[in-house]
Antibody, heavy 112, light 112 residues
């Protein structure tokens, strides 16, 4: 059974970078697609992007050049980096195997 | 971006009753490969979203047959029959046909 677990700082200062790790067990990230999705306060959900089994990526244009998704296949982990964060980036961040298995989510607050 | 319009915003239902949620997309969700990548998720309180229905009408593994999906093109429906307490939460539709992928705003299912 695949399991995903997000980890990273719960508090980030404005203008800094948000970095999260998704650790995957029970399934290799060299298969399938692996995504990041966030849920804002309230119910709004936003697809952020994915990294594929081959390492190719696709990002939401709304995040422009701020986002990067990378991976470490030796550790079976993939990563989210979001640069130049503002308070508008406060959300719960989920990693997911596209899109049938999700992590529990990591709550990130952007505040000084 | 494709806008996913979910209605209603909230639903009040009796245990054992039946209800439905509508999701309309601003563009056809038929992909060039012939598939329609319309999904339904349920997020229970305190949990991550769980996949219920994929490609319009296919129940994901372990999902009871009380849940059924239908529709085509731009108009889709999730029906829930014989509502049980564990069905309560927020339901989302999601389209994976067009980039960026997008979610509906959510429908909160509550007990009457």
């Amino acid at each position: 059974e695949v399991q995903l677990q997000e980890s990273g700082p719960g508090l980030v200062k404005p203008s800094q970078s948000l970095s999260l790790t998704c650790s995957v067990t029970g399934y290799s990230i060299t298969s399938n697609y692996w995504g990041w999705i966030r849920k804002f306060p309230g119910n709004k959900m936003e697809w952020m992007g994915y990294i594929s089994y081959s390492g190719s990526t696709s990002y939401n244009p709304s995040l422009k050049s701020r986002i990067s998704i990378t991976r470490d296949t030796s550790k079976n982990q993939f990563f989210l980096q979001l640069n130049s964060v503002t308070t508008e980036d406060t959300a719960t961040y989920y990693c997911a195997r596209y899109l049938d298995a999700w992590g529990q989510g990591a709550s990130v607050t952007v505040s000084s | 971006d494709v806008v996913m319009t979910q209605t209603p915003v909230s639903l009040s239902v009796s245990l054992g009753g039946q209800t439905s949620i509508s999701c309309r997309s601003s563009q056809s969700l038929v992909h060039s490969d012939g598939n329609t990548y319309l999904y339904w998720y349920l997020q229970k309180p305190g949990q991550s979203p769980q996949l219920l229905i994929y490609k319009v009408s296919n129940r994901f593994s372990g999902v009871p047959d009380r849940f059924s999906g239908s529709g085509s093109g731009t108009d889709f429906t999730l029906k829930i029959s014989r509502v049980e307490p564990e069905d309560l939460g927020v339901y989302y539709c999601y389209q994976g046909t067009h980039y960026p992928n997008t979610f509906g705003a959510g429908t909160k299912l509550e007990l009457k």
